[in-house]
């Protein structure tokens, strides 16, 4: 698949969709972008040329209109068969076109990527990991020789149901577990499960979640947050009955739901007969003060339905999610979805099985937390220090990221911040209605970055944004 590397700016006035619509029109014209190419999707070619996801959102509709382009359902837009011999004889300068390149040229290059889903791979103890495969292989054969357990293999789902209720409050048995390789799949066979087609989502908030019920054919409403996170008033005021939220570290501003706020939008569910989805995507994470209870733990009418993840804490490449179901939906569970294959090696979950019965997932996890604290804390220290009051720091107590407001133009400081090689993510991208606020605001996420890039990164931002 192809994807945006970088756009060579220009002193061409025009806005800036019509600029990317006519570099990606000259690579068709001049056979670049040959018949049948794939062009990179809307999110992808906004987070590399540090644009909005409406700018090349109107671009791509643009190059439609024009037939240079042609969309196809659930795959993607793609370049349409046009005669290119017309066009050749056009004199187009390389610094005029937009370049194309694969992941592995990407990273040849040295940016400092302030990524929101990038963790830190250096403490994870491999060795074990190693260890633990090697013996689920060698005495667990069913785990070679069978598919598994469509809703999760029942060691594991054990092993999920006694940590939530350590560590979150979380009251479950494992048959109300489910696990899948993503939350986008989990979210994909709840929606199978709940007869409902009204959702609401947080605005800003997590996307994805957003994208993939539209494409189910559900019906979405952005709910505004604030500092408590989803105003409920609002809420009620719309047909949705189901909500998403992510009450412990609100995506992407980071705010934490007061108990207050937990408590009326239980009692939303409860009178208009609804579920709230609680995504904990990152809850292991916090530095001030105790873990924030779960919404779940709170919930005493069957409402809740808990989603969480190992991804932000295990490699990038063990994909294993879960969600916990209210017992009510467990017979529709089984009616409806055990049909469904589980989509998580049983290797890889008869190992993460191991790695929790063991005890290294809770060593593990007290490991991360000191590191990432270490680097939470290096990250506030240094826009602090680099920037004073000239910026406002959002809710910073825990996950991977923070969020800064600052005056300016978001694409003009994230453009600024690319041409010192360094790569943020403006939160406007995560609103569900394409607003912008009254300040701008850049999400900086620091898993992956080591503490001299944390350093490196701040400074180089410090001295474009600054000036």
Known sequence: ??????????????????????????????????????LPSYRKLAEHLGVS??????????????????SKPKSGIYVSDISTGIFLSKNVSISDVISFKSHSEKNTHNFIDFSVSGIDTSIFPISVWKKLTNDTINNFTECLNTAGD???????????????????????????????????????????????QDYAVENPGY??????????????VGIDVDNKGMNVEALAKTQAKVAYITPA??????????????????EWALNNESYVIEDDYDS????????????????KSDRVIYFGTFTKSLLPSIRLSYMVLPEKLLQVYRDKAEIYSQTVSNIHQKTVELFMEKGHWNRHLNKMRTLY????????????????????????????????????DEEELVALARGVDVIVYPVYQYYFDGRRSEHAQILLGFGSLSFDEIQTGISKLAKVWMK
């Open 249 to 266: 570290h609100q995506f992407p501003l980071g705010y934490v739901m007061p108990v207050s706020r937990r408590v009326e939008i239980l």
């Open 150 to 196: 469509s809703q999760g293999e029942p060691g594991l789902r054990n092993q999920i149901s006694r940590y939530l209720y350590e560590s979150r409050g979380v009251k479950c048995s494992s048959e109300q577990i489910v696990i899948g390789a993503s939350t986008q799949y989990l979210l994909y066979l709840l929606y199978i499960l709940i007869d409902f």
């Open 373 to 408: 604290k270490k680097k939470h804390d290096l990250i506030l220290t240094e826009l602090s220090s680099k920037f004073g009051n000239s910026i406002n720091i959002l809710d910073a107590k825990s996950g991977h990221h923070v969020v800064i407001e600052i005056d300016g």
């Open 1 to 38: 698949m192809l994807e945006a590397i970088d756009l060579i700016n220009n002193h061409n006035s025009s806005p800036l969709y019509i600029r990317i619509c006519d570099y990606i029109k000259r690579d068709i014209e001049n056979g670049i972008l040959h018949k049948g190419t794939k």
């Open 207 to 220: 996307d994805r979640v957003a994208r993939i019920l539209q494409d189910l054919s559900a019906n979405v």
């Open 284 to 299: 292991e994470y916090r530095f001030v003060g105790k873990p924030i209870p779960s919404l779940h733990s709170l919930d």
């Open 53 to 70: 996801r409406n700018t090349i959102e109107q671009a791509y509709q643009q190059l439609l209109s024009e037939g240079y382009v042609e």
